[in-house]
């Protein structure tokens, strides 16, 4: 959104609220007692609407979409100290996993996670180490996503009872209650010894040790090995249940254990949920709001706009893929506009006279905040690199003391350590810094006579006329 607003001729503002996917879906559908009247002019999140809800939305108007956008590792991360990532640290089953997940195993030290890692003992140094177990609250995509690869992978020890979005009561009254990846990030760093899971991204981004799984071929792998070898992507090539067009029902689509030697266990994909006939929003989404919107829908698939995601996230964005792209593309030319509606021209390479009408959207056309921004992008992913570096020089080093039984390599290099501060603290100054950029950006004004902005699930054109503050505390839910 906000490479658009900097690139697009008119001054235009685009907003969202980060509420989940549960409320994303709820305020897409809106509510039935109001004729399913959505709150929004699209939702996203990384779970599809089930059955019952996409019949809904289809029995009304001319029905929906879901158009991928990117795909994205959930991983299973731990504060077990001295226990690093990598192959030298921990390695886990989904049966093992179940098993903890469900307060069967307590110990970190079981026999049975031992069979699994027997470097383990000697890593903790301790007899026994309690095992703190980490959930979501409030209904989340990745929480709907490891109970469906729990049951996948081990119906024995977690049923189809046990998968849900949320599963309140049913989870062991001794487990973590964490709201959103922020909470799961503090409930497993303020706890040694607590297991729990997160987007990958999220999770590397902030430096939490992550769980090697046993993948369906059988082989123990990382998200971030998997992810390199092209095994995130690959989830959706061997997945069967992929609808062919975008308005089909996709409450069957799930990424989970799928086949492939490096294909990582845990796929979720992130959808934006969309209507299909956009003439009977009337005056309120007008054909200059309606071009905005295609115009934002259509960079999703552009490299030059999504991949800013990969860069920062981590995530595999969907036009990587010919089946998703094309499934994308051909959903997006489903999308009933007004007739007069206006659709934005991306420019890729100078188109003289061209570039300078209103309806390009221009890599030509870059504002100072923009290109600072780009710039701390650049060197917040050198600094990442950096960090991956030290940090497989330091499990080397682990790996070659655990052989030795010897302990005086376990994360006790203070030079090491030093330089790994050193490059967090940059890491946080750098983000820090692009953050107060943007933010200085969204607080800039609208001058230009005609001004597009979305605001809580409405666009409007306005000439000359500045947003209220009611319309600037709206926003979109994504």
Request: with cysteine; net charge negative; aromatic share 8%.
């Amino acid at each position: 959104m906000d490479s658009i607003m900097d690139r697009v001729k008119l001054p235009t503002r685009m907003t969202y609220r980060a509420v989940g996917s549960s409320t994303g879906i709820k305020e897409f559908m809106g509510k039935q007692e109001d004729g399913y009247k959505q709150l929004n002019h699209f939702g996203s999140g990384d779970i599809p609407l089930d059955a019952e809800e996409y019949a809904a939305i289809s029995a009304i108007d001319s029905g929906m979409l879901h158009l991928p956008v990117v795909l994205g590792a959930i991983s299973l991360f731990h504060s077990i100290p001295n226990v690093p990532s990598g192959s030298a640290g921990l390695n886990m089953t989904s049966c093992t996993l179940a098993r903890i997940f469900k307060c069967d195993i307590t110990d970190w030290l079981h026999p049975d996670i031992k069979a699994q890692n027997p470097q383990l003992e000697t890593l903790i140094g301790e007899d026994s180490y309690p095992i703190k177990v980490a959930r979501r609250v409030l209904g989340s995509s990745s929480t709907s996503s490891v109970t469906k690869y729990l049951n996948t992978g081990c119906p024995e020890h977690w049923p189809a009872d046990m998968v849900s979005k949320e599963l309140g009561d049913k989870w062991h009254p001794d487990t973590l209650p964490c709201e959103g990846s922020g909470g799961m990030t503090d409930c497993i760093r303020q706890t040694p010894g607590t297991i729990g899971y997160i987007d990958a991204g999220h999770g590397h981004s902030q430096n939490l040790v992550e769980i090697e799984l046993k993948n369906k071929d059988g082989n123990f792998i990382s998200s971030l090995q998997s992810d390199d070898r092209g095994g995130i992507g690959y989830a959706a090539e061997a997945s069967d249940f992929l609808p062919a067009d975008a308005d089909r029902d996709f409450s069957k689509v799930e990424l989970l254990n799928q086949a492939g030697a490096n294909t990582w266990p845990i796929v979720a994909m992130s959808y934006i949920y969309v209507r299909k006939d956009w003439t009977k929003y009337g005056d309120e989404f007008g054909p200059d709001e309606q071009a905005l919107l295609m115009g934002f829908l259509e960079a999703l698939y552009e490299p030059t706009y999504i991949d800013e995601c990969k860069e920062l996230f981590g995530f595999t964005p969907a036009y990587t893929n010919e089946k998703l792209k094309t499934l994308a593309k051909n959903g997006l030319q489903q999308i009933i506009m007004n007739e007069t509606a206006t659709k934005y021209v991306f420019e890729s390479k100078t188109m003289a006279y061209q570039g300078q009408e209103e309806n390009i959207i221009s890599v030509k056309r870059r504002s100072n905040a923009e290109y600072e921004r780009s710039q701390l992008t650049k060197q917040v992913k050198d600094l990442k690199d950096q960090l991956k570096a030290l940090q497989l020089s330091q499990e080397a080093n682990l790996m070659a003391a655990t052989k030795t039984e010897s302990k005086t390599k376990m994360y006790t290099d203070g030079e090491a350590q030093k330089v790994t501060i050193s490059l967090i603290a940059s890491i946080v100054a750098i983000i820090l810094s692009a953050l107060a950029i943007m933010s200085m950006c969204s607080r800039s004004g609208n001058t230009a006579a005609t001004t597009a902005s979305y605001s809580g699930g409405e666009a409007n054109t306005r000439t000359a006329v500045p947003p209220t503050k009611r319309e600037q505390a709206d926003n979109f839910n994504v």
